[in-house]
């Protein structure tokens, strides 16, 4: 799995900021730069957030390529209405390899042959003429695949995060999730000051998941 931060808003702590202070000043946005509130613009971020008005969070976007995923994962990540998405399409890209987890690693005799075997369907059907879009219905749930997708500051602090951060989601999401907060913490330590990288679960992933 990489995750990688495409593009993302410019310095959105204060951005943020800035666009809460808006609504309750008289000032115009240029002058907002020589009022700044007592404290600075991330404490005032701090109590714009603590007091629930996290709409002004959808003004911050980031977009993440991630690589090297399963379509397990995708099917879970897309069921976030609140993003936007693209998927590398079955219909046009071959299955490359299958990404999967150490328990079913372990339990294959030979892991390359696993590999081989859980493709054969989706390969043998190709190759006798069946087109890719209809031999993908062959296709493990494992395969390997990529996705870009969208999201605002206030859907990964309010949703995405608490959801899929969670001990109850599953490994390999959670894993791209701590991933994803990891980043974008880096860009707006404020918005996510609250979350926590779980680097432990993210050494498991690496030691643990994967290609055959
Ligand atoms: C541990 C776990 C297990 C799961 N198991 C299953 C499962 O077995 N089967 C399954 O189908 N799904 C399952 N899901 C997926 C889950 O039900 C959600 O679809 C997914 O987590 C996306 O969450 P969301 O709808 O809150 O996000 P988003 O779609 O991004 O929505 C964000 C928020 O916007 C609001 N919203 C969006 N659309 C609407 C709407 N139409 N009406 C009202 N409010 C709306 C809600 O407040 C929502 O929380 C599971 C999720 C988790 C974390």
Redesign the pocket.
Known sequence: MKVTILSHTENPDQLCAKIGRYSNVLETWEELDRKIPSGGWETFLRKVIKMGHTSVLEHAVFTFEITGVSRVFTH?FV?????SYLQKSFRRTKIKELILPKSVLEAAEDPEKLQKAAETLYREYYRRGVPMEDARYLAPMGSETAIIATFNGR?LLE??FP??L?Q???FEIRAIANEMLRLVKEIAPVIFQDLEVDEKLLQEYKSSFGKS
Request: positive net charge; charged residues 20%.
């Open positions: 879970q069921r976030h209405r609140i993003a859907t949703s995405f959801l899929r969670h109850t989601a599953q």
